[in-house]
T-cell receptor, first 116, second 111 residues
Framework: GAVVSQHPSWVICKSGTSVKIECRSL??????MFWYRQFPKQSLMLMAT?????????EQGVEKDKFLINHASLTLSTLTVTSAHPEDSSFYIC????????????FGDGTRLSIL | LAKTTQPISMDSYEGQEVNITCSHN???????ITWYQQFPSQGPRFIIQ???TKVTNEVASLFIPADRKSSTLSLPRVSLSDTAVYYC????????????FGQGTELSVKP
């Protein structure tokens, strides 16, 4: 149980294009989803918290116009990297939680984004 | 949010028991302690979670002293496939509390 699916697993695109990453909770309803970014040999950095039906809350230093987050349903959140540039290349990971006490976050397998 | 401190790296050999300790001096009353394992190019995988005393599942044990200012993840008889980064996190999951990842512990298991 508690499976989180992330798609695509990797993407390569040209500078200036926009890329959408999907995060789905397959067997539970996720009231809250989180988006992280991870650079090589570094820890996960929280980018934003996404609650179903409301605007995402971004961490300090994360550009909300660059990283658009939509949490349209209890099982789907999307992250769109707009006008991507090489410095946006990274490993993006989502997680989902039922938002109850004693219910941990469950993570997707990440999306490797490479901007040429 | 409570900050966590772990050793940056640890080495072990196959078949040994590995204990990774995490300090979280500012843990709040409602916070749970959760450990994750991460392999390269994969998302973190939930290992174990606890609030106090001892918790055991099929892969690990978690020891939490009475003051809850630290916790120890115990991996019995590690194998080469346990080579990974282990993260200790502290947070309140009530209403979807966010987690802040520390640097984690890079465990290397040798034959």
């Amino acid at each position: 149980g508690a499976v989180v699916s992330q798609h695509p697993s990797w993407v390569i695109c040209k500078s200036g294009t926009s890329v959408k990453i999907e995060c789905r909770s397959l067997d539970f309803q996720a009231t809250t989803m989180f988006w992280y970014r991870q650079f090589p040999k570094q820890s996960l950095m929280l980018m934003a918290t996404s609650n179903e039906g409301s605007k995402a809350t971004y961490e300090q230093g994360v550009e909300k116009d660059k990283f658009l987050i939509n949490h349209a349903s209890l099982t789907l959140s999307t992250l769109t990297v707009t006008s991507a540039h090489p410095e946006d290349s990274s490993f993006y990971i989502c997680s989902a939680t039922m938002g109850k006490r004693n219910q941990p976050q469950h993570f997707g397998d990440g999306t490797r984004l490479s901007i040429l | 949010l409570a900050k966590t401190t772990q050793p940056i790296s640890m080495d072990s050999y196959e078949g040994q028991e590995v204990n990774i300790t995490c300090s979280h001096n500012n843990i709040a009353t409602n916070d749970y302690i959760t450990w994750y394992q991460q392999f390269p190019s994969q998302g973190p995988r939930f290992i174990i979670q606890g609030y106090k005393t001892k918790v055991t599942n099929e892969v690990a044990s978690l020891f939490i002293p009475a003051d809850r200012k630290s916790s120890t993840l115990s991996l019995p008889r590690v194998s080469l496939s346990d080579t990974a980064v282990y993260y200790c996190l502290v947070g309140d999951y009530n209403q979807g509390g966010k987690l802040i990842f520390g640097q984690g512990t890079e465990l290397s298991v040798k034959p």
